[in-house]
């Protein structure tokens, strides 16, 4: 038997292979399936299921490519009712696998079909539970992702509760439990870099497994402080739920090089979004103008969900040479799959052809704290709120990056703008966004807030009106 993780990390997720014999399954794959079926042939096993925890709304599942392409059957629990066939696991239904069973638990709660799946080994022992996202490492799923359901959050949060106290807890400590997601997704708001644990881990340290719990107790924690999900969610679940287009045709539409022509002529439909996935440091230098910037050095395929928002949207790109087709396929695994090309020769053929070109101000950390330590200042901060109620600087605006394109009417830049977030990344998103509604005369903050935090503030303040924003860094 063989169990492997294939964790992704910009999307801080977690699919799996499982080997026995000469039969094999994936759980939760990724959008792009080739790697499970090389996978399989280099093993010389057959893929027999392709089990799905729930519907996803954080990334477009695989499973319809994988089972098209390798006829394996989809397998889903309860109530999942989708347009493309499956088979619908009754409660505890046990399906072999070569020398292994696995069991389907449903544990709904997360969303009303979550199911979870206790594989074990060829001696009967339960070894591992694929939890997906009813059990986190560190935290629990998020109730209110449901693609459609006649119950409120909080009915879903209490029948979560229920789900792990009559389903998952019972089961040994041994167990080990492979989740669907680790730190920096946004299906939950407390997980643990760690991608595995056990069962018994959990039960000593997963706040919402804590013993004598109450359901309120329970259900009120899990909503504390529970941030809106991304725009993309509800488009993801119901691509996950309908079905979408083939992998394949989608990478052929979008890895597509466009010369300065035809690149103009999509530039004239203002519905276009022009999106710059180059680091961060290059689009500083130079830019199109107009175009947003979500680097593929990030956490890119989130952030073009959580800012573009509309995976109906027609994008074109501007790539680092040789990154075009992990830009599509990363866009795609969002459901952005209306990717129409990008530019042959990048930014500097746009140039070289006579086109005008931006460049972005900035200004080194250590800079801006000497501006800091004698002026009173205009200052954006788009970090998160749990990191800006964390530490900040006294008087600095918070719009968290997710949330600025609706929010961006707030933004007052009648003087220069100094933008940061903790490294870097974010501001420049975050400037590029506010360029495009109109706003002009903001200055990146290049290393960002880490930096910030590095210097000693409180030994270097002459102001003494500055003595409060020194001692909130």
Request: proline share 3%.
């Amino acid at each position: 038997m063989k169990i492997e993780q294939i964790y992704t990390s910009c999307l801080s997720q977690g699919s799996y292979y499982i080997v026995s014999e000469k039969e094999a399954v994936i759980i939760d794959p990724l959008r792009e399936t080739q790697q499970y079926i090389d996978k399989a042939k280099k093993d010389g096993v057959k893929i027999k299921y392709v089990f799905e925890t729930h519907f996803h709304a954080d990334f477009v599942s695989g499973h319809i490519d994988l089972a098209r392409n390798t006829g394996a059957e989809i397998i889903f629990g309860p109530n999942a009712q989708t347009d493309y066939p499956v088979h619908n696991a009754k409660d505890s239904e046990i399906f072999n696998v070569g020398k292994i069973k696995i069991k389907a638990i449903h544990t709904p709660g997360h969303t009303p079909e979550s199911t979870c799946y206790l594989l074990s080994d060829e001696n009967g022992k339960n070894k591992a539970i694929f939890t997906g996202d009813t059990l986190f490492i560190g935290d629990v799923g998020r109730p209110d992702l449901a693609t459609s359901s006649n119950v409120t959050t909080d009915d879903l949060a209490g029948i979560l509760f229920d789900s792990l106290r009559n389903k998952i807890l019972p089961l040994d400590d041994d167990i080990i439990v492979y989740p669907a997601h680790g730190a920096g997704s946004s299906c939950g708001k407390n997980l643990s870099k760690e991608t595995f644990s056990t069962l018994g881990i959990q039960k000593k340290t997963n706040y919402a497994l804590r013993e004598n719990m109450s359901k309120q107790e329970f259900i009120s924690e899990l909503l504390d402080g529970m941030p809106t999900p991304p725009r993309y969610f509800k488009e993801n679940a119901m691509m996950n739920k309908q079905g979408y287009n083939s992998f394949d045709d989608v990478i052929q539409q979008g890895d597509r090089a466009l010369d300065i022509n035809e690149f103009k002529n999509f530039l004239l439909n203002p519905d276009i979004i022009l999106l710059d996935v180059r680091h961060q440091k290059d689009f500083i230098k130079k830019h199109i103008p107009n175009s947003i910037f979500i680097g593929l050095n990030g956490s890119f395929a989130p952030w073009v969900g959580s800012i573009i928002g509309d995976t109906k949207k027609k994008i074109i790109l501007i790539t680092p040479k040789g990154k075009e087709n992990e830009a599509v396929t990363r866009l795609s695994r969002v459901g952005f799959d209306n990717c129409l090309g990008y530019l042959k020769g990048g930014v500097e053929n746009w140039e070289k052809d006579g086109n005008s070109i931006s460049s972005l101000e900035t200004i080194k950390s250590k800079n801006f704290i000497d501006i800091l330590k004698l002026n009173k200042i205009n200052i954006l901060d788009v970090r998160k709120e749990s990191e800006y109620s964390t530490k900040h600087i006294e008087g600095a605006t918070n719009i968290p990056l997710r949330l600025l394109s609706s929010r961006f009417q707030e933004v007052k830049v009648d003087e220069n703008l100094y933008v940061h977030c903790a490294g870097g990344y974010r501001s420049v998103i975050a400037i590029s966004i506010l360029r495009k509604k109109g706003y002009s005369g903001m200055i990146n903050i290049t290393e960002g807030f880490n930096e910030i935090l590095k210097s000693d503030l409180n030994e270097n303040c002459y102001n003494s009106s500055l003595e409060a924003s020194c001692n909130n860094i």
